[in-house]
């Protein structure tokens, strides 16, 4: 946990944000895998841990933004949880820990509620994101599921958004930790992936490392040597000589901050020639994503600028053609980069995405195009200094898509389908580093874990 004033701070800013009414923010709950007592691992709700720091199940708080009171609802342990579970601190030690001045039970918190309801006050929560959150709010509320999902507060998303966007020194400190976790494991990656070892096994060393660091994966880690399969989760293939292996993993910080790096390693130690024109070209897009990075600029012109690059590359290894500019307009480069360039990072991989991705990033500005790839862009907005945000260029090869679109014949003028043919099984290549906007431009976070390919190679070599 941060000090108690973080927190204090933190709420003052959202009561004054939000203005009037009562803010209603609920924790997670233990949830049953296959019968109650048999859980999934704990994770905190993100806006409720930001605010309240209480990395526990089974509490909610209540902030009154007419009078400033403040409410934590929690469970007090009974006898038998002492007894099952062993004894835990009570609920006055975290109000105290997170400085709010009056704790109590749900029961509490819902005569409160009522009493609201009874005004003109509005209650303000944000969207829940689990069936549990939406039922705890009806019965609170005494509002059928439906309604429930129909009054979430844009006045409060907007308010979490604004704050929770900008990470202070001690959040990026926490953002740095998880990353220095993720240099590890990848050392650790880059050691033991060679021809022979199945995905995983592989992945099984990741878990140990993540397990033994007292870290958790931040989201489902994908190892695979079919990068071209966006989100492949299957482990199920052994690396052989001449495959590439991409690994997307992100772990979490003590205070439950999250990293998210992409690195394609080639398992044999070493790029074949073609790998190695395609690796480069992604290098090249991840920097001239970043090169624009600064305080002010919107983040879709760093997309551009790398599916620019994506285009140019493609076009000098002759599987794209035209004019790079008119290719990128038409989105041409969507066949190769069919994602956006990266999103925001913080308590949640996808920063906030709970919240609704167009809060996050977009605002009046900015309005989400609906062309193929830019589409999928989920941070478009002007950067911030204090933003930390992902820049992951990929370039594919999609046997399914190069082949619709090729039956269609579309945007043909841009892309060389011919020479493509050569490439349906070459997969797909990410990187992906975390990085922070300052005042001066931006900071590489993830910096250290190696990417170059004289680096790769070079680290790879050291493999026993
Ligand atoms: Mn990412």
Known sequence: ?????IYKNRRAQLISMVGQ?????????????????????????????????????????????????????????????????????????????????????????????????????????LPPYRGEHVLKLASLLGLGPAEVEKNISVPLIKAVVA????????????????????????????????????????????????LAQGSQEAFPTILTRRGQVLHNHTRDQVLAQG?????????????????????????????????????????????????????????????????????????????MHGDPDDAVRAGAHALFFPHGLGHMLGLDTHDMENLGEDYVGYDQTFKRSSQFGLAGLRLARQLQSGFVVTVEPGIYFIPALITQWQAEKKLDAFIH???????????????????????QGFENLSHNIPKNITELCGAMGQRS
């Open 21 to 125: 009414g009562v803010i209603v923010l609920l924790g997670n709950d233990l949830v049953g895998m296959n019968y109650l007592d048999n859980t999934y691992p704990f994770r905190q709700d993100s806006s409720f841990l930001y605010f309240c720091g209480v990395n526990r199940p089974g509490f909610a708080v209540l902030l009154d933004c007419n009078t400033g009171e403040e409410f934590l609802a929690g469970p007090e342990q009974t006898l038998s949880e002492v007894i099952w579970s062993g004894p835990r601190p009570s609920l006055a030690h975290w109000a105290q820990k997170s400085g709010l001045a009056h704790w109590g039970s749900f029961d509490q918190l819902a005569h409160t509620l009522n009493q609201v309801q009874a005004t003109t006050r509005p209650v303000h929560y």
């Open 243 to 319: 495959d590439l292996l991409l690994v997307d993993s992100g772990v979490c910080s003590k205070g439950g901050y999250s990293s998210d790096i992409t690195r394609t390693l080639p398992v044999s130690g070493t790029f074949s020639s073609r790998q190695q024109d395609i690796y480069e070209v992604v290098l090249a897009a991840q920097a001239a994503g970043c090169a624009k990075i600064a305080p002010g600029v919107p983040f879709v012109d760093c997309h551009l600028a790398a599916a620019r690059t994506v285009t140019q590359g493609l076009k000098d290894l002759g599987l």
């Open 417 to 439: 389908y011919q020479a493509l043919e050569d490439y349906m099984d070459f997969g797909g290549i990410r990187i992906e580093d975390d990085i922070l906007v300052t005042e």
């Open 163 to 210: 704050l929770r966007s900008v990470k202070t020194g001690a959040e990026v400190h926490e953002i740095r930790q998880a990353i220095a976790l993720s240099q590890q494991l990848y050392a650790l990656l880059m050691t033991h992936c060679q021809p022979g070892i199945t995905e995983q096994e592989l992945y099984g060393r990741l878990q140990g490392f993540v």
């Open 1 to 5: 946990m941060f000090a108690t004033t």
